[in-house]
């Protein structure tokens, strides 16, 4: 469907990567797409999906104690 090729195009020009591996990730429900990021930079890719129509989550990192 249309989403899943936005979501490969999307995944592609954030990680840099090939369409087939892209296409790999899409196929899983939920995607850790970046790992490790400044909040501005994950919120950026937030609007990405959303602007596109496609659910997407922002989660921090837990501080361990």
């Known amino acids: 469907g249309g989403k899943k090729q936005k979501a490969i195009i999307i995944i592609m020009d954030l990680l840099k990567t090939g369409e087939d591996e892209a296409r790999d990730m899409v ?10 990021v400044k909040k501005s930079e994950a919120d950026a890719a937030h609007k990405l999906f959303r602007d596109a129509l496609i659910t997407a989550r922002i ?7």
Do not use: Y
């Open 27 to 36: 196929r899983s429900p939920v995607i850790p797409v970046l790992k490790r």
């Open 59 to 65: 989660t921090e990192r837990k501080v361990r104690r």
